[in-house]
Protein backbone atom coordinates (compact mmCIF):
# COMPACT_ATOMS: atom_id res chain seq x y z
CA UNK A 1 0.00 0.00 0.00
CA UNK A 2 1.27 3.35 -0.35
CA UNK A 3 -0.07 6.53 1.70
CA UNK A 4 0.42 10.32 1.03
CA UNK A 5 0.27 12.38 4.38
CA UNK A 6 0.33 16.04 4.18
CA UNK A 7 0.93 18.66 6.85
CA UNK A 8 1.27 22.29 7.14
CA UNK A 9 -2.10 23.89 6.64
CA UNK A 10 -3.66 26.26 9.07
CA UNK A 11 -5.17 29.73 9.35
CA UNK A 12 -3.25 32.69 7.99
CA UNK A 13 -3.81 36.40 7.27
CA UNK A 14 -3.62 37.80 3.81
CA UNK A 15 -0.29 38.71 2.91
CA UNK A 16 1.10 35.82 4.95
CA UNK A 17 2.87 32.54 4.23
CA UNK A 18 2.28 28.40 4.71
CA UNK A 19 4.69 25.51 3.83
CA UNK A 20 2.59 22.46 2.93
CA UNK A 21 4.13 19.46 3.19
CA UNK A 22 3.47 16.07 1.53
CA UNK A 23 5.34 12.49 2.65
CA UNK A 24 4.98 9.69 0.44
CA UNK A 25 5.64 6.00 2.36
CA UNK A 26 4.66 2.70 1.56
CA UNK A 27 5.74 -0.12 -1.09
CA UNK A 28 7.24 2.66 -3.96
CA UNK A 29 9.22 1.46 -6.11
CA UNK A 30 9.54 5.33 -8.20
CA UNK A 31 7.50 8.68 -8.05
CA UNK A 32 7.15 10.19 -11.46
CA UNK A 33 4.54 13.50 -11.22
CA UNK A 34 3.67 14.65 -7.81
CA UNK A 35 1.42 17.99 -7.13
CA UNK A 36 -0.74 19.81 -5.68
CA UNK A 37 -4.81 20.08 -6.19
CA UNK A 38 -7.12 22.26 -4.11
CA UNK A 39 -10.79 22.63 -3.80
CA UNK A 40 -12.88 25.37 -2.50
CA UNK A 41 -16.52 25.50 -1.32
CA UNK A 42 -18.96 24.51 -4.64
CA UNK A 43 -16.02 24.67 -6.65
CA UNK A 44 -14.24 21.90 -8.54
CA UNK A 45 -10.64 20.78 -7.84
CA UNK A 46 -7.84 22.34 -9.41
CA UNK A 47 -4.34 22.06 -10.40
CA UNK A 48 -2.50 24.10 -8.37
CA UNK A 49 1.09 22.93 -9.14
CA UNK A 50 2.84 19.76 -10.75
CA UNK A 51 6.59 19.07 -10.07
CA UNK A 52 8.39 15.79 -12.45
CA UNK A 53 10.81 13.97 -10.63
CA UNK A 54 13.65 15.70 -13.22
CA UNK A 55 12.42 19.03 -11.42
CA UNK A 56 9.55 20.31 -14.32
CA UNK A 57 7.22 22.10 -12.62
CA UNK A 58 3.93 23.70 -14.10
CA UNK A 59 1.57 25.94 -12.52
CA UNK A 60 -1.49 27.48 -11.92
CA UNK A 61 -1.73 31.04 -13.56
CA UNK A 62 -3.64 32.34 -10.42
CA UNK A 63 -0.31 31.65 -8.40
CA UNK A 64 2.74 31.84 -10.72
CA UNK A 65 5.13 34.20 -9.21
CA UNK A 66 3.63 33.66 -5.53
CA UNK A 67 3.67 29.96 -5.09
CA UNK A 68 6.82 27.54 -5.47
CA UNK A 69 6.60 23.42 -5.49
CA UNK A 70 9.64 21.80 -4.89
CA UNK A 71 10.49 18.00 -3.96
CA UNK A 72 12.87 15.96 -2.29
CA UNK A 73 13.22 12.34 -4.11
CA UNK A 74 15.09 10.91 -1.86
CA UNK A 75 12.27 11.60 0.47
CA UNK A 76 9.40 10.74 -1.52
CA UNK A 77 8.07 14.51 -0.22
CA UNK A 78 6.61 17.66 -2.22
CA UNK A 79 6.34 21.07 -0.75
CA UNK A 80 4.59 23.76 -1.45
CA UNK A 81 5.28 27.23 -0.05
CA UNK A 82 3.26 29.37 -0.39
CA UNK A 83 3.67 33.46 -0.50
CA UNK A 84 1.25 36.77 -0.59
CA UNK A 85 -1.55 34.56 0.41
CA UNK A 86 -5.22 35.92 -0.63
CA UNK A 87 -8.49 35.18 0.57
CA UNK A 88 -9.04 33.25 -2.53
CA UNK A 89 -6.16 30.74 -1.98
CA UNK A 90 -8.87 29.39 1.02
CA UNK A 91 -9.72 26.07 -0.17
CA UNK A 92 -8.44 22.28 1.41
CA UNK A 93 -5.79 21.30 -0.19
CA UNK A 94 -4.60 17.77 -1.69
CA UNK A 95 -1.11 15.90 -2.79
CA UNK A 96 -1.09 13.90 -5.61
CA UNK A 97 1.39 11.37 -6.67
CA UNK A 98 1.72 9.06 -9.89
CA UNK A 99 3.69 6.16 -8.21
CA UNK A 100 4.92 2.61 -9.50
CA UNK A 101 5.19 0.16 -6.59
CA UNK A 102 7.51 -2.43 -5.84
CA UNK A 103 7.11 -5.50 -7.76
CA UNK A 104 4.63 -3.55 -10.01
CA UNK A 105 4.69 -2.02 -13.89
CA UNK A 106 1.69 -0.38 -13.36
CA UNK A 107 1.10 3.65 -12.60
CA UNK A 108 -1.19 4.47 -9.92
CA UNK A 109 -2.23 7.65 -8.77
CA UNK A 110 -2.58 8.29 -5.37
CA UNK A 111 -4.09 11.47 -3.28
CA UNK A 112 -3.72 12.87 0.09
CA UNK A 113 -6.64 12.98 2.84
CA UNK A 114 -6.22 16.87 2.63
CA UNK A 115 -5.35 19.81 4.41
CA UNK A 116 -7.50 23.01 5.40
CA UNK A 117 -5.62 26.48 4.08
CA UNK A 118 -7.75 29.54 5.10
CA UNK A 119 -6.53 33.23 4.59
CA UNK A 120 -8.39 35.52 6.49
CA UNK A 121 -7.89 38.50 8.70
Known amino acids: QVQLVESGGGLVQPGGSLRLSCAAS????????MGWYRQAPGKERELVAD???????RYADSVKGRFTISRDNAKNTVYLQMNSLKPEDTAVYYC???????????????WGQGTQVTVSS
Open 51 to 57: ITSGGGT
Open 26 to 33: GSIFSINL
Open 96 to 110: QADVIRVRSYVQITY
